[in-house]
């Protein structure tokens, strides 16, 4: 019962899917549901293939199936985490010191590069998407890995400030990070190739975000979080994209 409260928590945290979490997550030490993370990522990767294969039994016209699977997968897991990549496009980009670029992504009013680079990516992620919709399986290993993305940056960063989201993720002991790893190896055991090619984009994403992060504001927010969360899945998307083009 420990075990299935502590997954819960992790769902409660990372998607809208109406489990009860008991506990007040504010009071939540870090190792209940950090580990458990990428589970998240596996409702996400099987709630992309479901939806692929469904709206291929339907005949639907290509386009209006990749929005409607996007659309469902951002309902159930990401529109909170497109909250923060636009306010930490619009906090990153500004010309601002660090206490205001703070300011900017606390108010979480949508700004010129948030909602300029948010349409960029969103199209980016639809093309991409259109690209591998043809194998349901590869736009699925977008979710365990970005969501292990998010084990990675807290496990070697730091918070930006004593309050919000990301502080009560911290400190992610040694031991935390291997059991989420472990999670993923039933994705690499059965496709590791994709699984190298999801491993190497998540990681390189990673790094360059905690460093611009560390630079810019001196450490993680629940907004860099849920930037990084969306980043590695188009991340993943272009590396698994130019892994299957380079198979045919």
């Known amino acids: 019962m420990e075990i299935w409260r502590k997954i819960k928590l992790a769902f409660a945290l990372l998607s809208r899917i109406p489990i009860r979490a008991s506990g007040d997550l504010k009071g939540t030490t870090p190792n209940e549901a950090v580990p458990f993370f990428v589970l998240v990522g596996y409702a996400v990767g099987l709630t992309y293939w479901i939806f692929l294969h469904l709206t291929r039994l339907l005949h639907l016209f290509p386009p209006i199936a990749i929005l409607l699977v996007m659309a469902v997968v951002y309902y159930l897991f990401d529109l909170f985490h497109f909250d923060g990549l636009l306010d930490t496009l619009d906090g990153f980009l500004c010309q601002k010191d660090r206490e205001e670029r703070l300011q900017i992504m ?14 960029i990516f969103l199209s ?21 890995f970005s969501r292990w993305s998010l084990v990675l940056l807290l496990s070697f960063s730091q918070p930006a400030k004593e309050e919000g989201l990301a502080v009560i993720c911290y400190p992610v002991l040694p ?39 560390g630079r810019i504001i001196g450490g993680v927010t629940g907004d860099v979080l849920g930037a990084l969360c969306l980043l590695s899945e188009l991340a993943v998307f272009f590396g698994l994209s130019i892994y299957s083009r380079a198979r045919l």
């Open 106 to 119: 606390k108010k979480g009013n949508v700004g010129p590069f948030g909602f300029f680079y948010g349409f």
């Open 124 to 144: 980016a992620q639809f093309y991409l998407l259109s690209s591998l919709a043809f194998n349901p399986w590869l736009p699925f290993m977008v979710g365990p």
């Open 175 to 213: 031991r935390t990070f291997f059991w989420a790893t472990v999670s993923l190896l039933p994705v690499i055991i059965f496709l590791p190739l994709l699984s190298a090619v999801a491993l190497f984009s998540t990681i390189v994403i990673t790094l360059l975000l905690r460093n611009a992060a």
